[in-house]
Nanobody, 127 residues
Framework: QVQLVESGGGLVQAGGSLRLSCAASGRTFSTYAMGWFRQAPGKEREFVAAIIWSGGNAYYANSVKGRFTISRDNAKNTVYLQMNSLKPEDTAVYYC????????????????????WGQGTQVTVSS
């Protein structure tokens, strides 16, 4: 079992930045791909970004490409989401998720690929 704990959310003005962190328990973190998703009120959960186990490849939703950067530190069992040039439409609860690699028939953008989820952290961007 893997536990994921997100932190770093908060209230920021449009144009500002935040860095989210997701700390994972367990010794197998370095073997998992990791993803970030978000869910705004009244909307479905949507893909934000994903990174493979080595950090060598990353994937982004078109809506955040060029503004957000996903990274990981396997020595610290932590994945990050650096969010710059934030917009009010980025307001949502942000969740990190771990992919053990068994559900590889689902693409990284699908929540069905991921096995473990954190509780989420609120990000609010004011205009």
């Amino acid at each position: 079992q893997v536990q994921l704990v997100e932190s770093g959310g908060g209230l920021v003005q449009a144009g500002g930045s935040l860095r989210l962190s997701c700390a994972a328990s367990g010794r197998t973190f370095s073997t998992y791909a990791m993803g970030w998703f978000r869910q705004a009120p009244g909307k479905e959960r949507e893909f934000v970004a994903a990174i493979i186990w080595s950090g060598g490849n990353a994937y982004y939703a078109n809506s955040v490409k060029g503004r957000f950067t996903i990274s990981r530190d396997n020595a610290k069992n932590t994945v990050y989401l650096q969010m710059n040039s934030l917009k009010p439409e980025d307001t949502a609860v942000y969740y990190c998720a771990a992919d053990k690699g068994y559900r590889y028939s689902h693409p990284y953008v699908s929540s069905l690929r991921y096995d473990y989820w954190g509780q989420g952290t609120q990000v609010t961007v004011s205009s």
